[in-house]
Every structure is written in structure tokens, then in C-alpha cells.
């Protein structure tokens, strides 16, 4: 359907469209809901957007989801309207003088608010004037800017729009291009609300049972798209132009620090990871580190203590006491680094805290975290509002080499690596779920693989695990913590990001590289035993320990792999057996069997399978099974399966 005559009539609390003087669509933020905060614009080509700010509903609408939660206009214009959800601690910025309106949401570090005003001012002239030189000029400018940003440009005189992210799109961004409409937003429900009638895709669903995340652009919703990493669009509504550039793509192929010894190349990094840290700190802020008994948010806490930045760690700890090996090396930890820790309990989460994840992340963060929503409100009540929140996020993936352990000879052979290993359910399986053919999964990977500037295989496959596990995964993780308060990461500051990326991949292997960062950080926390190994990675036991596995890997042929990260045939005896809480089962049942709009997407006969072999089934199989189904009726329907059990229990579940 499409929008025309559009108005917007908001408040601090909610806002509304009206279509031909009639209510279009409503979307109120209730206290048992939440919003992704961010950049919202609607930009027309073909109409003026009228708004109007009204008061007459102010003391009527309930509260917002978070104290101090707001939706707040920015800018307008006769063809656009830019706006966002904040709370006083998300940073959203806005600079303006005679020709320009700025925004820039998130962090750009290490650069005073003057500098970045100054050169966002630049990249606007240039941008603007339509130069040649733009886009190598802005690509230049993201591969040397820390941070996680989104930018929107507003002329003044012209109209024109203009809208960069950084070169790992770390904010995620959601997009949609009518013949008449541009909408980009942090926030999918934004747009799928202004579009009134969507279509789910396929494709998107069947990928995310394979891997917990779609690929490439696509989003769950037809016509709405990922913005990709260091894209560039301008908007013209003189000439109804929408330009849209991607002006870098990573290519891990070849390695300039090659040259370098282990020692050298852990030292720069060692540097330039402090560094990072150093200039993520906010000393007008709580610096809080999410600390593990792993390797990454240790590595983060040991860059704190070389940089001497001043932090508090905090942990949680479940009823059914999951992570007490995380607490007890975290406490350990937090001994050698002489911190303040706090140790958090997380209650069972119920229906309702699923449906303020479900509200806000829409699916993209999983409803399997939705203990941490107790865990943060736990950390606000402690500290308050005003906290940068810390974690590994990253260290798993950019420090250690993450090829897989054999080599391919062809695209088929990689292809089969990616489907096959540890998937969320087997392709077959989210084939049958979602209706898609097998051989059309396929194929539609290896159409996006072909556009990866790698060319060795086994980079291809890093690529895949960099640029769409972590953007279209745990990205949406992250944002699920900036619901709370600000959340970032060191290991993914673009200076530690391309240099660990660029060094040789024998340095990285059996985590040699990661020792003797953590090393050079931190010599103690480096000797302490990772929990989720119960070994050091200092350590001559994890040294043969990996010998060990490389051997045997070197002797297991690869359809045996493929065969230990399946899950089993519904009619073969798993090799252990899964237990679901009744509560989720109960409802995924109601899903399954008394939901028109679930059946238009999910197999009832194939879900109905799953769902009496449940037991043969990770936890996160269900529960991301569960996520779609949840998805489907929460933007379809008024009412959903979920809504009986608001105050239902729904046990534990990690990843």
C-alpha cells in the first residue's frame, strides 16, 4: 500500500500516521514493550510530509518502556521528516549551520565534537557537490574512523539527503525504496508499521533456521533491506534519484603483515587494542565490563588496567547456575585486575520479557537472551543511566584464525562447510520448514559468495563469518544491550579490526597471536585458565591440546564433520537428549497448530515433527524456531499466541 498525504502527530511517548485524515496505522510504546532507539527518515518524491505536534494526548497514553525513553523529531523539511527514540544516555548528536542539518547517531572515538562536526561539514560539501572523488574520499574517512556511527546529511536548500553507517555497519539499519518513499530506520517495526502490508521472506526465514541470521541485504520482510558496511546514499527528490554505493568491501585474502615476527605483530596490536580502550573511555560515565571466565571480556578488562582506564566488572549467575564456572574465574579475574565486580542473579524469564525483546529487536536478536533484559535492569539500579557497557564482543572472531580445518578445492566443497556445520536445524529441515527448495538455499549462497572480493576459499569462509555471522547476528546482540545504556567493544575499533585481520594466519592459530596479546596486557590474567577450557592459553597442556586436535582433525573425513554438527534424523536416537521447558513447547504448539499466519510461512506437518522429536533438538533450535513464529504473529496479528503466557515461566536458555 502505499503512503501519500502523510502526517505524523507525535509526543514524547507515542506517535501516529495519518492517512488521508484517517488514522493509517498506530503504534503506541507501552510499559511491557520496548523500541530500538536510533535514526528514523521518511523521505517522499513525490509529496510533502505535513506534521504537526500535538499535546492533546499527552496525559492519556501510558508510560514509555524505560523511564526517560523518548521519540523526538530532529528535523523537517516539505519532503522528509527525521527523527529517533533516545534515552538520555544514547548518543545522538546533531550539528547544524546555513547549509547544513547533521545527525550522527552512535560513537565516533578518539576525535573531540568539534573535529567530527568540522569533518562531517567537509564530507558534506563534497557529497553534496556530486564530486567524482566522494566515494573513495568517504571510503578513506570510515577505514580511519573508530567508532560505530550512523550519519544522515540534510541540505537545506535542495532538499538532497545523504546517509553513511561506518566500515562494519556495526549500528544495524534497516531500508526500504518504494518508487515514491525512502525509509530508513534503526527500527523494523518503524517501517513495517508505515508499510501497513508486508510480506514475509522465505529465504530470510529459511537462512535463519540454517545459521541464526539472513544473509547479505536481506532482511525477514520483502523490500526491506540491511544497509551494507560503508554505503553511501543520496536522495534527490528533484530528480526522484536514490543512489546507493557501497564504497569499501573487505578482502581477507592477502595479509601485509605477513613479514612481521609473532612478537612485533602482537606488540602493535597490544598498542593499538590499549589505545582503544583508552579512547572508548567516558570519564563523565560508569565504564562496566560484562566479565566472563573467557578470553575476551578478560582481554578487554586487561586493556583497561594497561591503559589505566578506571572500570567495574559485574557478572550473572542463573537459578539453574549455567555460568558458574563463568563466575568463578570472573571472580578470580577481577582479583588480579584489583576491580569492583558485581555479581548479578537472573531470574527465569517469562512470556513477557520475550515480548519486549520480540518488540524491540524483532526477531534479529534471539529470544534465548532474553535473561540478559534482568541482568541490565539489575546493572541500572546499581549505577543508574549513565554507563558505557563493555564486552568481548569481537575477540572470538577478529583475534584468532577462524578458517575451517580443511582445505576446499571448489565452491561446492565451502558451500557444503557453511550449511553443515553446527546449523541451527539441517538445511533439509528449514528447507521443509519454510518451503524453500534445498537446492534454492544453495544456490542462493553461492550467488553471494561470488560477490566476496576473496579468492581462496578458506577466506571466503572468514569472510562469511566476519561480515554476516557477526553484522547480521550478534550486531543485533549488542543493540540489544543499547536498549539499556551505550554498548561497545574494542575488538572491533577499525584500527584493531584491520590490523589483526592483516596478520599471517599461522600466528593466529591454537589462539598464538591472542597469548601474547593477553600477555602483553595482562601476564596474570593470561596464566588463569580460560573457563570454557579449564586449560591456559599460556599453557604447554593447550599447546598439545591442540596438537591433539589438529591430528585428529587431519584424520576425520569430511562427511563425518558434516555428520557430528547435524542434528540427528527425526527417527534416529540423538546422541544426547534435550530437555524444553513445558511452557515453551505449550506455546509453540499453540504456534504450530492455531495460527493462520504461522501456517502461511512454517510447515504445520514439518513444525508439528519437530516439535514431537523435540528432545533430539538443541535449545536453540526451538527457541529460534520459536523467534520466527513469535515474529510472524507479532507484525501480522493484533493478538498473539504469546500473549496467554505473559506471566508464564519460561525456564533458562543460552546459546
Same mark, same amino acid.
Given at each position: 500500500?502505499?503512503?501519500?498525504?502523510?502526517?505524523?502527530?507525535?509526543?514524547?511517548?507515542?506517535?501516529?500516521?495519518?492517512?488521508?485524515?484517517?488514522?493509517?496505522?498506530? =503504534?503506541?510504546?507501552?510499559?511491557?514493550?520496548?523500541?530500538?532507539? $536510533?535514526?528514523?527518515?521518511?523521505?517522499?518524491?513525490?509529496?510533502?510530509?505535513?506534521?504537526?505536534?500535538?499535546?492533546?494526548?499527552?496525559?492519556?497514553?501510558?508510560?514509555?518502556?524505560?523511564?526517560?525513553?523518548?521519540?523526538?523529531?530532529?528535523?523537517?523539511?516539505?519532503?522528509?521528516?527525521?527523527?529517533? =527514540?533516545?534515552?538520555? $544516555?544514547?548518543?545522538?548528536?546533531?550539528?547544524?549551520?546555513?547549509?547544513? %542539518?547533521?545527525?550522527?547517531? $552512535?560513537?565516533?572515538?578518539?576525535?573531540?565534537?568539534?573535529?567530527?562536526?568540522?569533518?562531517?561539514?567537509?564530507?558534506?560539501?563534497?557529497?553534496? +557537490?556530486?564530486?567524482? !572523488?566522494? !566515494?573513495?574520499?568517504?571510503?578513506?574517512?570510515?577505514? &580511519?574512523?573508530?567508532?560505530?556511527?550512523?550519519?544522515?546529511?540534510?541540505?537545506?536548500?535542495?532538499? #538532497?539527503?545523504?546517509?553513511?553507517?561506518?566500515?562494519?555497519?556495526?549500528?544495524?539499519?534497516?531500508?526500504?525504496?518504494?518508487?515514491?518513499?525512502?525509509?530508513?530506520?534503526?527500527?523494523?517495526?518503524?517501517?513495517?508499521?508505515?508499510?501497513?502490508?508486508?510480506?514475509?521472506?522465505?529465504?530470510?526465514?529459511?537462512?535463519?533456521?540454517?545459521?541464526?541470521?539472513?544473509? $547479505?541485504?536481506?532482511?525477514?520482510?520483502?523490500?526491506?533491506?540491511?544497509?551494507?558496511?560503508?554505503?553511501?546514499?543520496?536522495?534527490?527528490?528533484?530528480?526522484? +534519484?536514490?543512489?546507493?554505493?557501497?564504497?569499501?568491501?573487505?578482502?581477507?585474502?592477502?595479509?601485509?603483515?605477513?613479514?612481521?615476527?609473532?612478537?612485533?605483530?602482537?606488540?602493535?596490536?597490544? +598498542?593499538?587494542?590499549?589505545?582503544?580502550?583508552?579512547?572508548?573511555?567516558?570519564? #563523565?560515565?560508569?565504564?562496566?565490563?560484562?566479565?566472563?571466565?573467557?578470553?575476551?571480556?578478560?582481554?578487554?578488562?586487561?586493556? =583497561?588496567?594497561?591503559?589505566?582506564?578506571?572500570?567495574?566488572?559485574?557478572?550473572?549467575?542463573?537459578?539453574?547456575?549455567?555460568?558458574?564456572?563463568?563466575?568463578?574465574?570472573?571472580?578470580?579475574?577481577?582479583?588480579?585486575?584489583?576491580?569492583?565486580?558485581?555479581?548479578?542473579?537472573?531470574?527465569?524469564?517469562?512470556?513477557?520479557?520475550?515480548?519486549?525483546?520480540?518488540?524491540?529487536?524483532?526477531?534479529?536478536? %534471539?529470544?534465548?537472551?532474553?535473561?540478559?533484559?534482568?541482568?541490565?535492569?539489575?546493572?541500572?539500579?546499581?549505577?543508574?543511566? %549513565?554507563?558505557?557497557?563493555?564486552?568481548?564482543?569481537?575477540?572470538?572472531?577478529?583475534?584468532?584464525?577462524? @578458517?575451517?580445518?580443511?582445505?576446499?578445492?571448489?565452491?561446492?566443497?565451502?558451500?557444503?562447510?557453511?550449511?553443515?556445520?553446527?546449523?541451527?536445524?539441517?538445511?533439509?529441515?528449514?528447507?521443509?520448514?519454510?518451503?524453500?527448495?534445498?537446492?534454492?538455499?544453495?544456490?542462493?549462497?553461492?550467488?553471494?559468495?561470488?560477490?566476496?572480493?576473496?579468492?581462496?576459499?578458506?577466506?571466503?569462509?572468514?569472510?562469511?563469518?566476519?561480515?554476516?555471522?557477526?553484522?547480521?547476528?550478534?550486531?543485533?546482540?549488542?543493540?540489544?544491550? @543499547?536498549?539499556? =545504556?551505550?554498548?561497545?567493544?574494542?575488538?572491533?575499533?577499525?584500527?584493531?579490526?584491520?590490523?589483526?585481520? &592483516?596478520?599471517?594466519?599461522?600466528?593466529?592459530?591454537?589462539?598464538?597471536?591472542?597469548?601474547?596479546?593477553?600477555?602483553?596486557?595482562?601476564?596474570?590474567?593470561?596464566?588463569?585458565?580460560?573457563?570454557?577450557?579449564?586449560?591456559?592459553?599460556?599453557?604447554?597442556?593447550?599447546?598439545?591440546?591442540?596438537?591433539?586436535?589438529?591430528?585428529?582433525?587431519?584424520?576425520?573425513?569430511?562427511?563425518?564433520?558434516?555428520?557430528?554438527?547435524? &542434528?540427528?534424523?527425526?527417527?534416529?536416537?540423538?546422541? @544426547?537428549?534435550?530437555?524444553?521447558?513445558?511452557?515453551?513447547?505449550?506455546?509453540?504448539?499453540?504456534?504450530?497448530?492455531?495460527?493462520?499466519?504461522?501456517?502461511?510461512?512454517?510447515?504445520?506437518?514439518?513444525?508439528?515433527?519437530?516439535?514431537?522429536?523435540?528432545?533430539?533438538?538443541?535449545?536453540?533450535?526451538?527457541?529460534?524456531?520459536?523467534?520466527?513464529?513469535?515474529?510472524? #504473529?507479532?507484525?501480522?496479528?493484533?493478538? +498473539?499466541?504469546?500473549?496467554?503466557?505473559?506471566?508464564?515461566?519460561?525456564?533458562?536458555?543460552?546459546?
Amino acid at each position: 500500500m502505499e503512503i501519500t498525504d502523510l502526517a505524523i502527530e507525535v509526543d514524547s511517548y507515542n506517535y501516529r500516521y495519518y492517512y488521508k485524515q484517517r488514522t493509517y496505522s498506530t =503504534f503506541t510504546l507501552f510499559a511491557d514493550k520496548f523500541a530500538m532507539l $536510533g535514526l528514523n527518515l521518511v523521505y517522499s518524491f513525490d509529496s510533502n510530509l505535513n506534521f504537526s505536534q500535538s499535546k492533546e494526548h499527552q496525559s492519556t497514553h501510558t508510560a514509555p518502556p524505560m523511564p526517560h525513553h523518548q521519540y523526538k523529531v530532529l528535523h523537517q523539511q516539505k519532503n522528509s521528516v527525521l527523527a529517533c =527514540f533516545i534515552h538520555p $544516555g544514547y548518543p545522538i548528536a546533531t550539528f547544524n549551520n546555513d547549509k547544513y %542539518s547533521i545527525a550522527l547517531e $552512535g560513537q565516533i572515538y578518539g576525535k573531540s565534537s568539534e573535529t567530527v562536526q568540522a569533518e562531517l561539514t567537509r564530507l558534506s560539501d563534497l557529497i553534496f +557537490s556530486q564530486d567524482d !572523488n566522494a !566515494n573513495k574520499t568517504l571510503s578513506d574517512w570510515l577505514l &580511519n574512523a573508530d567508532g560505530e556511527f550512523l550519519v544522515i546529511l540534510i541540505n537545506k536548500h535542495t532538499h #538532497e539527503v545523504a546517509i553513511f553507517n561506518d566500515a562494519l555497519a556495526r549500528l544495524p539499519v534497516y531500508i526500504y525504496n518504494s518508487n515514491n518513499k525512502f525509509i530508513i530506520s534503526r527500527y523494523l517495526r518503524f517501517i513495517t508499521d508505515l508499510l501497513g502490508d508486508i510480506e514475509f521472506d522465505r529465504m530470510a526465514l529459511a537462512q535463519y533456521l540454517i545459521f541464526s541470521h539472513t544473509v $547479505g541485504q536481506r532482511s525477514f520482510i520483502k523490500n526491506i533491506a540491511f544497509l551494507q558496511p560503508a554505503s553511501l546514499i543520496h536522495l534527490d527528490a528533484r530528480n526522484k +534519484s536514490v543512489k546507493i554505493n557501497q564504497t569499501y568491501k573487505f578482502n581477507h585474502d592477502n595479509k601485509i603483515h605477513q613479514s612481521n615476527s609473532l612478537k612485533q605483530n602482537a606488540r602493535q596490536l597490544t +598498542s593499538l587494542f590499549a589505545n582503544a580502550c583508552k579512547n572508548r573511555n567516558d570519564p #563523565e560515565k560508569h565504564n562496566i565490563l560484562s566479565l566472563s571466565g573467557g578470553l575476551d571480556s578478560r582481554c578487554v578488562g586487561a586493556g =583497561f588496567k594497561y591503559a589505566k582506564v578506571p572500570f567495574t566488572a559485574t557478572s550473572y549467575l542463573d537459578l539453574a547456575q549455567t555460568a558458574k564456572v563463568d563466575v568463578k574465574f570472573a571472580r578470580q579475574l577481577a582479583e588480579i585486575f584489583n576491580i569492583d565486580w558485581h555479581l548479578y542473579q537472573t531470574d527465569p524469564f517469562t512470556g513477557k520479557r520475550i515480548s519486549q525483546l520480540l518488540h524491540a529487536k524483532n526477531g534479529s536478536a %534471539s529470544l534465548n537472551a532474553v535473561f540478559y533484559l534482568h541482568y541490565y535492569e539489575q546493572i541500572i539500579n546499581d549505577f543508574g543511566n %549513565s554507563i558505557n557497557f563493555f564486552t568481548g564482543d569481537g575477540g572470538d572472531r577478529v583475534i584468532p584464525d577462524i @578458517r575451517p580445518g580443511r582445505p576446499f578445492s571448489n565452491t561446492e566443497e565451502l558451500i557444503e562447510c557453511i550449511l553443515h556445520t553446527k546449523p541451527v536445524f539441517p538445511p533439509e529441515i528449514s528447507a521443509a520448514l519454510t518451503g524453500v527448495s534445498q537446492q534454492d538455499i544453495t544456490n542462493e549462497l553461492m550467488s553471494h559468495l561470488s560477490t566476496y572480493s576473496e579468492k581462496n576459499f578458506a577466506q571466503k569462509y572468514v569472510h562469511f563469518i566476519i561480515h554476516e555471522r557477526s553484522a547480521n547476528r550478534f550486531f543485533h546482540g549488542e543493540d540489544r544491550n @543499547r536498549l539499556f =545504556f551505550w554498548g561497545t567493544t574494542p575488538f572491533f575499533a577499525i584500527d584493531v579490526f584491520k590490523y589483526a585481520m &592483516n596478520c599471517p594466519n599461522e600466528q593466529k592459530a591454537d589462539l598464538r597471536l591472542y597469548a601474547k596479546l593477553l600477555s602483553n596486557l595482562s601476564p596474570k590474567a593470561a596464566k588463569l585458565p580460560n573457563g570454557n577450557t579449564g586449560m591456559s592459553i599460556t599453557s604447554t597442556k593447550y599447546r598439545l591440546a591442540c596438537w591433539k586436535y589438529k591430528m585428529e582433525r587431519k584424520q576425520t573425513p569430511i562427511k563425518k564433520i558434516r555428520r557430528l554438527f547435524r &542434528n540427528p534424523p527425526l527417527n534416529q536416537k540423538p546422541l @544426547r537428549s534435550w530437555h524444553h521447558h513445558k511452557n515453551l513447547l505449550s506455546c509453540l504448539h499453540d504456534q504450530i497448530h492455531g495460527s493462520d499466519v504461522v501456517k502461511n510461512y512454517i510447515s504445520e506437518s514439518v513444525a508439528e515433527d519437530v516439535l514431537r522429536h523435540n528432545q533430539n533438538y538443541k535449545n536453540d533450535a526451538l527457541m529460534r524456531l520459536f523467534t520466527i513464529n513469535s515474529l510472524l #504473529e507479532n507484525l501480522l496479528l493484533p493478538k +498473539s499466541s504469546l500473549d496467554k503466557y505473559q506471566d508464564h515461566d519460561f525456564g533458562f536458555y543460552d546459546y
